[in-house]
């Protein structure tokens, strides 16, 4: 990353933004935000392990990706098993030759229902915090383990903007989400002398399948949905206005920023 932070001084400001030789893990990549970002990342010249449970999800963004002339490696993977999580890292670094950026977007509810902390089953508490924070930790430990002998890299939290406010019926999310959120902090000053920067992306209101669902809405409800959430620039968010954040923090644009998480929501 050294080498990548003292090239980015020679280049010129759009060439600072290019991923040409990158490799980039996104978990969660089979659809939705992932997907959006791993067609973004790909478009800037790097090219896309995508990871998730869905098999022939992961495998249909591939061969987009392949389409833009990127290679494109499709893994199944379960980001709450941390032994599946280190084999995605390990394999990224061996099939692809290299390991530079993670991005961990996996994310969500199983069951999506909305509950209050008073009706929540244990079993909910735990599958959200593991699904949406540990599996987090487990992804920049895998990444970062092989980041720091290998010239070091980004790592990319997505987090909400739930994270810094309160959010009745979806608790357990917006705790897990603010975890990542300091989690983002502490990595970036304990991996930022190994050539390691951390930092996080907070989407809005994005209506994603799994959006849609949680809330009990249908496709035909988004064009309301600006207006229902008060968003000043008057509309939801889409997974491609995530994806250039993501080519900034992972690009020599962003060399000297670690840390931080950026807030995408259409407004303040």
């Not at 394999?91 to 950026?101: E, I, K, P, R, V």
């Not at 920049?140 to 810094?164: E, F, H, L, P, Y």
Request: with cysteine.
């Amino acid at each position: 990353m050294e080498a990548l932070r003292l090239q980015g001084e020679q280049m010129s400001i759009l060439d600072q933004f290019k991923l040409d030789g990158q490799v980039v893990v996104v978990t969660g990549g089979g659809r939705g935000i992932g997907e959006g970002i791993a067609l973004g990342m790909a478009e800037a010249g790097a090219d896309i392990v995508l990871a998730a449970r869905r098999t022939a999800e992961v495998e249909a963004v591939a061969e987009k990706i392949r389409a833009l002339g990127r290679r494109a490696l499709p893994v199944t993977c379960d980001v709450m098993e941390i032994e599946q999580v280190q084999a995605l890292a390990q394999q990224a670094f061996t099939d692809m030759g290299g390991l530079t950026c993670w991005i961990s977007n996996a994310g969500g509810a199983d069951d999506r229902v909305p509950r209050t902390f008073l009706e929540m089953p244990e079993r909910q508490w735990d599958f959200q915090l593991n699904l949406n924070l540990k599996a987090v930790w487990t992804g920049a430990q895998a990444a970062a383990n092989i980041m720091k002998d290998n010239g070091g890299g980004t790592i990319i939290n997505i987090s909400s903007v739930a994270a810094g406010r309160a959010s009745p019926f979806n608790g357990p999310y917006a705790v897990a989400k603010s975890g990542v959120d300091n989690l983002t902090q502490t990595l970036a000053a304990e991996l930022a002398a190994l050539g390691i920067r951390v930092n996080g992306v907070a989407p809005g209101p994005i209506p994603t399948e799994v959006f849609l669902e949680f809330l009990k809405l249908e496709e035909k409800d988004i064009p309301e949905l600006g207006e229902r959430f008060q968003i000043p620039l008057g509309r939801t968010g889409t997974p491609e206005d995530i994806a250039p954040a993501c080519v900034y923090l992972a690009s020599a644009a962003s060399s000297w920023m670690t840390g931080h998480t950026i807030k995408i929501t259409g407004g303040p």
